[in-house]
């Protein structure tokens, strides 16, 4: 069954310190992964996408096949970052499942 | 419209009466996807739809729940005998097609009482 886990309901991180939020997915095919983000009041909306190899906002994310992990990573938190987080997982014309989620709290 | 609109943005109900909540996605989306997220939750499957066709109802919670899509555009999410249990906020995205990026509404915030 494909499966999302987010270990941590909340993270709590001191500005300018790194980020890291953690993804684990279980999927027999391959996956594509997805990590959402909702800032206060907005709608969720896409922060990047694992075949992107993008750094949006200074977010990235590498996945792992063999720790079938996708965390999200960022050298240098900021204030701004603070939202919720979603991992996401999508098979090619496909369903998309959810984690459920990790609130970032970046500490001034 | 510049974005995926949903109506009501809030529905307060009693317990029992019938519902229906409208998505109306990006113009030219084929994909479409209902989600609920209850309090604390992440966003939980309920039905996936290519073009007119639900491609995946899975995740509809039972018979009470019903979804429909007639023209391939505008999707209506229908609930009969609505149960405390469904409050809820339910949300709608719309992609070009089913693994590129899903755009959100605002969702419909569901409350039954």
């Known amino acids: 069954a494909q499966r999302v886990t987010q270990p941590e309901k909340l993270l709590s991180v001191f500005k300018g310190a790194p980020v890291e939020l953690k993804c684990n997915y279980s999927y027999s095919g391959s996956p594509e992964l997805f990590w959402y983000v909702q800032y206060s009041r907005q709608r969720l909306q896409l922060l990047l996408r694992?075949?992107s190899r993008e750094s949006i906002k200074g977010f990235t994310a590498d996945l792992n096949k063999g720790e079938t992990s996708f965390h999200l990573k960022k050298p240098f938190a900021q204030e701004e970052d603070s939202a919720m987080y979603y991992c996401?997982?999508?098979?090619?014309?496909?369903?998309?499942?959810f984690g459920k989620g990790t609130r970032l709290h970046i500490l001034p | 419209g510049a974005g995926v609109s949903q109506t009501p943005s809030n529905k307060v109900t009693e317990k029992g009466k019938y519902v229906e909540l409208r998505c109306d996605p990006i113009s030219g989306h084929t994909a479409l996807y209902w989600y609920r997220q209850s309090l604390g939750q992440g966003p939980e499957f309920l039905i996936y739809?290519?073009?007119?066709?639900?491609?995946?109802d899975s995740g509809l919670p039972n018979d009470r729940f019903f979804a429909v899509r007639p023209e391939g555009s505008v999707s209506t999410l229908k609930i009969q005998r609505t149960e405390r249990g469904d409050s809820a906020v339910y949300l709608c995205?719309?992609?070009?097609?089913?693994?590129?990026?899903?755009?959100f509404g605002q969702g419909t915030r569901l409350t039954v009482v």
């Open positions: 996401a997982l999508s098979n090619r014309d496909d369903k998309i499942i």
């Open positions: 995205a719309s992609s070009a097609n089913g693994n590129t990026e899903a755009f």
């Open positions: 694992h075949i």
């Open positions: 739809f290519q073009g007119t066709g639900a491609a995946d």
